[in-house]
């Protein structure tokens, strides 16, 4: 049963729920102790998300003492927490729920702000303004600085969402296409061609930017991944661990890069890679364009570049 919110100025919050992407992201719901909180798209609830994908009951999230947990209540489209699909789970500190296209935070907290925090009443009125003045998004969005890549890829696969997600970075813009929460193909724009498991790998090492979820495109593409998207993050966040290590051997990507004159080492040593490599090195003049020329991975590229360098194939200015 919906409690009436009487005594929701009585206890002070300890947790709040804070919405990072969809219909009413910057919107901010305070939990508090002793409390049962009802989420759905029906009006008479405690906490209303208006939108197609959240059912009329979608969930309840119960607060006692200092344990929060939050159980589906039959919804059509579920309920996800940290990525998984749950009936019911106990809820911590920076865990993340998708309800429909709102992606939601929980946050503690702290100090004085526990005796600041908006009533139920003043959350519901914020975040029915927000909703209002804000033009109905296509799908959910948001920043990969509150919902890194990684964990935002693995919410939309777990929940089989279909689109093309866009993220926009310094470094470039990108895009991810799903198909029921698939990644079978992957580019980025204004910039270097690169294949989709490139493209993947560089757009994982983003950590700065804005992400939207568009409707699903279902052009024709070169060629499609086979991988599960699980095994696409868990190869890409490997190689971009091991990139970076390797990176930090190798002089600066601004370093430019000469072939010795007269080259002692011979030609016929190296290795297909290597040979690779020392190809795109003499066509561009930066380490950073030899990534961009060569089509191998940026790990293995980093790889055969400091061995070209150490066998003295190369020299870097």
């Known amino acids: 049963m919906v409690s009436d919110g009487s005594d929701e100025g009585r206890d002070s919050a300890l947790w709040a729920l804070r919405f990072i992407s969809g219909k009413y992201q910057g919107g901010e719901f305070p939990l508090r102790p002793h409390r049962e909180i009802i ?11 208006v939108e197609d ?4 009951k979608h969930a309840k999230i119960t607060t006692d003492d200092q344990v929060v947990t939050i159980q589906d209540l039959g919804s059509t489209n579920g309920t996800f927490v940290n990525g998984e699909k749950v009936r019911k789970a106990e809820l911590k500190d920076g865990d993340r729920i998708l309800i429909g296209t709102s992606i939601i935070k929980m946050v503690y907290v702290e100090g004085d702000a526990t005796n600041n925090a908006l009533s139920e009443t003043e959350a519901r009125s914020k975040m029915a303004v927000a909703a209002n003045k804000r033009a109905a998004p296509k799908s959910m ?11 935002l890829i693995q919410l939309l696969s777990t ?11 310094d470094a470039a813009v990108g895009r991810l296409y799903l ?8 580019n980025l724009e204004h910039g270097p061609t690169v294949g989709s498991r490139k493209a993947i790998v560089r757009m994982l090492g983003w950590v700065q930017g804005a992400f939207e979820l568009e409707p699903p495109d279902e052009s024709p593409v070169l060629e499609e991944l086979e991988d599960s998207t699980e095994a696409l993050l868990m190869d890409g966040m490997r190689q971009l661990d091991e ?17 010795p004159k007269p080259l002692e080492p011979r030609l016929r040593d190296l290795a297909p890679e290597e040979l690779d490599v020392f190809q795109a090195a003499l066509e561009v003049n930066t380490v950073g364009a030899v990534f961009d020329q060569s ?9 055969k570049l400091r061995v070209l360098l150490e066998k003295g194939y190369l020299a870097a200015a």
């Open 53 to 56: 994908m959240v059912s009329r």
């Open 159 to 169: 929940s089989r969402k279909s689109g093309v997600l866009m993220v926009r970075s």
């Open 179 to 186: 198909r029921k929460g698939q990644i079978y193909f992957a």
């Open 141 to 151: 969005s948001g920043s990969i600085e509150e919902i890194p890549l990684p964990d």
């Open 243 to 259: 990139y970076r290590v390797q990176l930090e051997k190798l002089p600066s990507l601004a370093a430019a890069l000469t072939v």
């Open 39 to 49: 989420v759905g798209r029906s009006s008479d609830l405690d906490m209303v998300l």
């Open 295 to 303: 089509p191998l991975s940026d790990l293995l590229i980093a790889e």
